[in-house]
Nanobody, 125 residues
Framework: QVQLVESGGGLVQAGGSLRLSCVAS?????????MGWFRQAPGKEREFVAT????????SYADSVKGRFTISRDNARNTLYLQMNSLKSEDTAVYYC?????????????????WGQGTQVTAAS
């Protein structure tokens, strides 16, 4: 089992940047998991943001963040990142990292088995 803890959220002006981190711990190996970022805005369903393969060589993004957000991982540090640039007010949400034991990468939340507690991101217009 793996425990996930996000950090790096906060309040930023629209157009600004933030970098989220997610540290994995537990009696497990970080490279056993494909990783993903999801977000949930008030009154909305949780939605996919980005995912990355175990090696870090393959990534996929939601169309709404493509070209602005970058997902990466440091397997030596058991850490997942989300670099968010050119933030918009519609990016405001609680951001969650998640770990999946399924083969490949996934864009659906049901494909992920472990979740962090979330970190709030607010982009003020």
């Amino acid at each position: 089992q793996v425990q996930l803890v996000e950090s790096g959220g906060g309040l930023v002006q629209a157009g600004g940047s933030l970098r989220l981190s997610c540290v994995a711990s537990g009696r497990t190996t970080f490279t056993d998991y494909a990783m993903g970022w999801f977000r949930q805005a008030p009154g909305k369903e949780r939605e996919f943001v980005a995912t990355i393969s175990r090696s870090g060589l393959i990534a996929s993004y939601a169309d709404s963040v493509k070209g602005r957000f970058t997902i990466s991982r440091d397997n030596a540090r058991n850490t997942l990142y989300l670099q968010m640039n050119s933030l918009k007010s519609e990016d405001t949400a609680v951001y969650y990292c998640a770990a999946s034991t399924r083969p490949g990468i996934g864009i659906n939340d049901y494909e992920y088995h472990y979740w962090g507690q979330g970190t709030q991101v607010t982009a003020a217009s």
